[in-house]
């Protein structure tokens, strides 16, 4: 082989090392590029799935939360319209009170009872629907606590009424007795009479009180 023939040949061969040699160093950054896409690729497909896995909870989550709310709704539509019964139940006991078609309206953080012509009640003279409806209100807010003492207190809050409005309630304080103890304070015994069990009538003579029983013939 002449020397041109020699030169030449040499120069092929380190042409050929040095392509191989790049060749090698481009397989060896392809291979660390498909390595870096493929964990790319897996970790994009793991926030995916995980992604997906948060909206359905979120839409469960969701879901649950119309539910109660609907259902809060609907019990507070329920006890409303029984409340309101139940205020309405008043113009069996006070004829005059109007409160067979009462509503109940609720606005700016304040409830109203509103009687047939859309009167506050607590604007009306006369206090014997209110002072009638407040009896009623207090029951039921201790028959809602039956862990708590069954015990109703009565201090002169049916003073206001008639005697013909008394003797209408009657029979809702004697219900009323056998679902809890009631204990009242007034300064007439019609609205007590033939209802309680222990009757005693208390007497001020100076700075000295005198309590002393009522028996059954009106005696002391």
């Known amino acids: ?88 139940s008043v113009s069996d006991i006070v004829p005059d009170a109007d409160l067979s078609t009462c509503t109940i309206k609720h606005e700016n953080g304040k409830t109203k009872i509103l009687d047939g012509n859309e009167q506050d009640i607590n604007l009306r003279e006369g206090g014997a629907a209110r002072s009638t409806l407040g009896v009623f209100m207090k029951f039921c807010t201790i028959k809602a606590q039956p862990n708590r003492i069954q015990l109703l207190m009565l201090d002169e809050d049916l003073s206001r009424l008639s005697a013909e409005t008394s003797v209408n309630l009657r029979p809702m304080l004697m219900a009323m007795s056998k679902e809890m103890g009631i204990v009242g304070i007034e300064q007439r015994s019609i609205t007590y009479e033939s209802i309680s069990s222990k009757m005693y009538k208390v007497t001020k003579s100076g700075k000295v009180s005198t309590v002393r029983e009522v028996k059954e013939n009106g005696s002391t």
């Open 1 to 88: 082989m002449d020397e041109f023939k020699k030169q030449n040949f040499n120069s092929t061969v380190q042409n050929l090392i040095r392509n191989i040699a790049t060749i090698d160093q481009m397989m060896v950054v392809n291979n660390q590029n498909r390595k870096q896409y493929e964990d790319t690729k897996s970790a994009v497909d793991t926030l995916t799935k995980l992604a997906d896995v948060t909206k359905e909870k979120i839409n469960h989550c969701t879901d649950i939360y119309k539910n109660i709310c609907f259902y809060i709704e609907q019990r507070k539509a329920l006890q409303i319209e029984e409340l309101t019964n139940y205020i309405r």
